[in-house]
């Protein structure tokens, strides 16, 4: 890779992959030059919309299904969203084969269970149904379906060589964005380290964003994802394989989501904001699928795999600290997104706006309930050693704009205890 050059990961090629993108020379957010380069943006069908779930049946069998996999947890079980998309899969005269053994931060162990299963019963495409976690699992099942051996054999990028079954996603949180990305994440249980799977074969055939599902979610998680997606868009616009097809993605996250989130928090039936935090969590997910993200994700994957932490609320007290540590390397770009967050930021210098912008993410953090420091989750002291190591050793790091030895990310998290 020749110095100063971001070369975008190599995608596994899958069926219906289009050709290359050619990059115009203007940014599409109009905002920052953008040197022209060889681009391309993966991205799955996508159905969006209040009662999109009653495409799911027929979604499923365009893909061929016969013995969907449907992959959840008990609490959309107990929800009753399962009945429901259970109920349309079968209306198209397909046997569902249900697996709800998923808890959250997806484990090894679990995504092997799914997977024997999965074998068991000869089932063909696979459905997720939840948050994040039930769709990275779902994912990891795909993986070990299409090309054996053990999930944790795939950790990187592109290490899948044979095609992977049909991947419906229908997100209940509004923000993982796992339901459009060509990302999993699955935890090593005996390191204790979340592992970051990356590759174009991960990206689903379709997805279907039903906002009604938002309406279930716990306050917490609400909170949580809706910081999650916040923390997409932000890392994808800085990232250093930034592009201006995801550029417009990230930005329109930024703002919805600094628009809606604390609404969905007062009044959860309010359809409008949870259709807008929706569409936040599908545009962040587009766009650092194909951009990537930064040093936020990779430090935060480290404690959730560490302490079984709520990822999206470790995002939301590691990202001001991140904010201001790339603010120097990329003060343009954060002056954007302030102005997107809805700051005023005309002729303001850039590490100004970055400072701003990361006192309005702890303030909106703080008005959704999310502790002020990771002591409070759990973390020590003694854990920082092997939390700065271990982050190192994260893809999403490669990505972030300001290059972090081990020292510099110790530093960010003592800072964030």
């Known amino acids: 890779m020749r110095p100063g050059v971001v070369t975008p990961p190599r995608p596994v090629a899958r069926r219906g992959d289009p050709p290359p993108i050619v990059a115009a020379p203007d940014d599409l957010a109009g905002t920052v030059a953008f040197t022209p380069r060889l681009l391309k943006f993966h991205a799955p069908e996508v159905v969006f919309g209040p009662d999109s779930l009653g495409e799911a049946g027929f979604a499923a069998a365009r893909l061929g299904a016969r013995r969907p996999f449907v992959v959840t947890d008990p609490g959309i079980v107990e929800a009753g969203w399962v009945e429901e998309l259970c109920g349309l899969l079968r209306a198209e005269g397909l046997e569902p084969i249900l697996w709800t053994d998923i808890t959250p931060n997806p484990k090894d162990t679990e995504v092997r ?4 299963r999965y074998a068991e019963a000869g089932a063909d495409v696979i459905v997720a149904i939840g948050g994040g976690s039930c769709m990275d699992a779902a994912k990891g099942v795909a993986v070990l ?4 051996g053990d999930i944790l054999d795939y950790a990187g990028i592109d290490k899948m060589a044979m095609p992977i079954p049909p991947l419906l996603m229908i997100p209940s949180t509004s923000g993982t964005g796992a339901d459009v990305s060509q990302f999993c994440i699955v935890t090593d249980t005996e390191r204790s380290v979340k592992l970051t799977i990356m590759g174009r074969a991960l990206v689903p055939d379709i997805s279907i964003t ?11 998680l609400n909170a949580a994802t809706g910081l999650d997606a916040l923390t997409h868009g932000i890392e994808s616009y800085v990232s250093l394989a930034h592009n201006p097809l995801a550029d417009c993605h990230a930005m329109s996250s930024v703002a919805l989501v600094c628009r809606h989130l604390r609404a969905t928090m007062t009044d959860p039936t309010a359809m409008a904001d949870r259709t807008k935090m929706a569409q936040a969590s599908l545009q962040a997910g587009l766009a650092f699928s194909n951009a990537i993200l930064g040093a936020t994700h990779a430090m935060s994957h480290q404690v959730g795999g560490l302490l079984d932490a709520p990822h999206g609320v470790v995002n939301g007290v590691l990202l001001p600290h991140v904010i201001r540590y790339n603010a120097r390397f990329a003060p343009d ?11 005023p930021v005309d002729e303001v210098p850039g590490e100004v706006a970055a400072e701003m912008l990361a006192e309005h993410v702890r303030r909106l953090a703080d008005d959704v309930g999310v502790p002020r420091g990771l002591r409070e989750l759990g973390v020590s002291d003694e854990d920082l050693d092997t939390l700065s190591a271990t982050t190192l050793e994260d893809a999403c790091l490669t990505t972030n704009p300001r290059p972090a030895s081990r020292g510099e990310i110790r530093a960010l998290f003592r800072d964030a205890l």
């Open 145 to 148: 379906s299409g090309n054996g």
């Open 113 to 116: 269970r799914a997977h024997e």
């Open 210 to 220: 039903d906002p009604r599902l938002l309406t279930t979610m716990p306050e917490w």
């Open 333 to 343: 770009r954060f002056v954007a997104l302030a102005r997107a967050a809805g700051l």
